[in-house]
């Protein structure tokens, strides 16, 4: 998926080429600590996570590491990547650095989540969650 610099840290040197047939993903953290990647347009936001997780680069070891890859998500342009998505099914451009952000978080809005399973998460019953709360003025 990923070269490595003689740290082993995959990365993409500012001073080096990026292969034509790989994206140079520079991640940054809340903290705005930021890190070079190079990957592949068809590894899935998964993968790439993965990878992170299990070569989680030595400037960010100051930073809360994520209990298990799936923990870590991407960010492209203000929305989640979910799971199976490619890199390059978001058409980005190969041979250049593209940003994306990275955060811990064990669930995304929207994934995989129905409004009952939510309601039982808080404690309630279907029934408490299923009415309407809004005030009507006449």
Request: net charge positive.
């Amino acid at each position: 998926m990923a070269e490595t610099s003689t740290t082993g840290v995959p990365s993409a040197p500012r001073s080096r080429a990026i292969p034509e047939d790989k994206i140079n993903l520079r991640l940054i953290l809340a903290t705005g600590s930021r890190s070079d990647f190079v990957v592949s347009p068809s590894d899935t936001a998964t993968a790439v996570t993965k990878y992170v997780h299990e070569n989680w680069p030595k400037e960010w070891m100051s930073e809360t590491k994520a209990e298990i890859p799936g923990h870590l998500r991407l960010i492209y342009l203000g929305r989640f990547l979910h799971n199976k998505l490619t890199l390059g099914g978001l058409n980005l451009p190969t041979g250049k650095t593209t940003v994306m952000h990275l955060v811990i978080r064990e669930n995304v809005p929207g994934e995989g989540r129905t409004s009952s399973s939510i309601r039982r998460d808080k404690g309630q019953s279907a029934d408490e969650g299923s009415s309407c709360n809004c005030c009507n003025i006449l």
